[in-house]
């Protein structure tokens, strides 16, 4: 029960908090993380007919990062891929913004950060699992030979006893005799 709610805790500023809402947030930072830099870049770069300015991507504020958002650019004329000024194939914009997956604190090196993170956890929990199985089938059968109780065993001991009791019970009586003849017929 404890590890379903854990799951389900919200996300927090050190990354520890419930797995679902951690993703959300990794996704989130990352549509955050895709959009500023991409527009950043775009914008400084020109269209085809010369418009500087321009956005690819749009962020809905009514709605987290991940889900809000969406692709400006409804054809090749919304694409600000050159240097100003240099013409409309140059595409050294384009470049610039290719050049982003090779980025130490771009999207790509937040995903994989993500990626690894989450193998972490899921082999950590796979571990986890499989001690508390093994504790589990452990303590069971602990508890199965300490607590079971074999009848014939105890029938056996049982028969033990009680001839024991009637042998000790004949040899008492046989002392008994014994001292009787001595004091009365000595």
Known sequence: LGADLAVLAPSNASGTGGAIAEAAATYNS??????????SIMQTGSNSAGT????FFTVDPA????LGLSVIPTDATGIAASTPG???ANGDVANSIANLSSSATGADSQWETFVVHIGSVSAAASSQ???TATGLANASSTQSSISSVSTDQE???MLTYQNAFSAAARVMTTVDDMLNTLINKT
């Open 129 to 131: 699992a499989t001690l």
């Open 155 to 157: 029938a056996t001991n």
């Open 52 to 55: 500087t300015g321009l956005s």
């Open 30 to 39: 990352l549509a955050t993380t895709v959009a500023t830099s991409v527009n």
């Open 63 to 66: 709605k987290p990062a991940a």
């Open 86 to 88: 240099s013409g409309g």
